[in-house]
């Protein structure tokens, strides 16, 4: 599922080729279920001419705000993409929502698994949606000490709480592991186990996993691409994720994998602790 490194890319190029552009149709539905909050025929009258003012987000989820005050969610989910292109590009029987641009190109959703969702809410759902999210973990609310007294509140195992979006917001699986890894500790610690110094290391390893994916356009691996249709390249750069049986890069240690909160985990046993 793509984490928050990979929507914060989406979103960039979403940006750059919406904010300004009115949606002139719904030219396809194909999936009606991916639009959890009209129906087709609603969701195409309540979109139709509206301009995109801002592409925002909000942990996992892309927020596309409209110029009469509603805001479009979207949420990626596993295997979700969307795209921008040229009406005339082909699409495929999993290209399941089409959206026309004013400027004659096409908004496209497409997912294999059918998994994403589409939500049209006004500003209300906008703050249903904060309201039981965590602080951004790149943002100016998340401190060390906000972080600190979080894990303090938690005794489950540390890996799971950077997964609990209620306390931080937009860490999943691949960035848990690679902040855990960059910390030095084990993902079974419980979260309030950890001393004042663990907890600083974590917080700024945190920080540093996903800026750092930021900057190389987000994990591919299987099914993530901008909204240009490209790759990320952060794949290359993974220290602990998916790196089975490779030797650690910081003490040469081959990188194990275990199941944390039937979770595939990955960890060097000599460096976390």
Known sequence: MPELPEVETVRRSLEQELVGRHFVA??????????DTHSPELFAEA??????????????????????????????????????????????RHTHVVVALDNGRELRFHDPRKFGRWSLVDRSGVAALNQRLGPEPLGDDFTLDDFAQRLSRKATKIKPTLLDQSVLAGVGNIYADEALWLAKIHPLHPANSLNASEIAELFAAIKIVLNNSIEHRGTTLVNYRDAYGASGENQYHLEAYGRTGEPCRRCGTPIERIVVAQRSTHICPSCQH
């Open 26 to 35: 719904l030219r396809s539905l194909g999936w009606p279920k991916i639009v």
């Open 47 to 92: 979109i139709a001419q509206r301009q995109i003012q801002q592409v925002q987000r909000r942990a996992k989820y892309l927020l596309i705000a409209l110029d009469n005050h509603e805001t479009l969610i979207v949420h990626l989910r596993m295997t979700g993409q969307m795209l921008v292109v040229a009406a005339d590009e082909p699409t495929d």
